[in-house]
């Protein structure tokens, strides 16, 4: 079955840490997207990718980092400097990066931080 | 700057009973229009897109919103709710220019009861 993966589920991080995200795709779709999302509030984008070794930021890039090394697979690194970091990541994957195109999520990953 | 409003945090409704789920938006340019719906703890799932044509747009589950340009709305309506959809839903646009953002809503609570 054709999907999007996201690894771990939930994930729990002391203070300081720097944590990755796993998003791997087998879709074969060119465009890749980390959102963040808080209780009562809507998807806000963090990184996002049209195509491989190419990456953009998003509204809240401020202490996240992002590789594109490969189509399938689009990591997100959580960085000691995300100040308030405990959320729900989701990832997602659209054909081309169109404003027409639909986005196909991934079940997302709950970060914790203790 | 673009905004989606979805005034109803949460919705209560009794099972095999009709809904309806508003979302407003503001923009200065022309936009497309999507409904997703979010099961617990998962990722976010397409339930209907207005691209153009007909403004009376179906879609999974038997949902379906129309388009009202004049009142910048888009309103998702079911005419016999499920326990079954009890989920959270988004209302998103995104900008019939370059641009390849979208733009969601804080969401709405479906909450059916038996």
């Known amino acids: 079955d054709g999907g999007i993966t996201q690894s771990p589920k939930y994930l729990f991080r002391k203070e300081g840490q720097n944590v990755t995200l796993s998003c791997e795709q087998n879709?074969?779709?060119?465009?890749m997207y980390w959102y963040r999302q808080d209780p009562g509030q809507g998807l806000r984008l963090i990184y996002y990718?049209?195509?491989?070794?190419?990456?953009q930021k998003g509204d809240i890039a401020e202490g996240y980092s992002v590789s594109r090394e490969k189509k399938e697979s689009f990591p997100l690194t959580v960085t000691s400097a995300q100040k308030n970091p405990t959320a729900f990541y989701l990832c997602?994957?659209?054909?081309?990066?169109?404003?027409?195109?639909?986005?196909?999520f991934g079940p997302g990953t709950r970060l914790t931080v203790l | 700057a673009q905004s989606v409003t979805q005034l109803d945090s949460q919705v209560p409704v009794f099972e095999e009973a009709p809904v309806e789920l508003r979302c407003n938006y503001s923009s200065s340019v022309s936009v497309y229009l999507f409904w997703y719906v979010q099961y617990p703890n998962q990722g976010l799932q397409l339930l209907l897109k207005y691209l153009s044509g007909s403004t009376l747009v179906k879609g999974i589950n038997g949902f379906e919103a129309e388009f009202n340009k004049s009142q910048t709305s888009f309103h998702l309506r079911k005419p016999s709710v499920h326990i079954s959809d009890t989920a959270e839903y988004f209302c998103a646009v995104s900008l019939m220019d370059s641009s390849y953002k979208l733009i969601f809503g804080s969401g709405t609570r479906l909450l059916v009861r038996p």
């Open positions: 990718s049209q195509i491989v070794n190419d990456f």
């Open positions: 997602a994957s659209s054909i081309y990066i169109t404003s027409t195109d639909t986005q196909y």
């Open positions: 879709l074969n779709h060119d465009a």
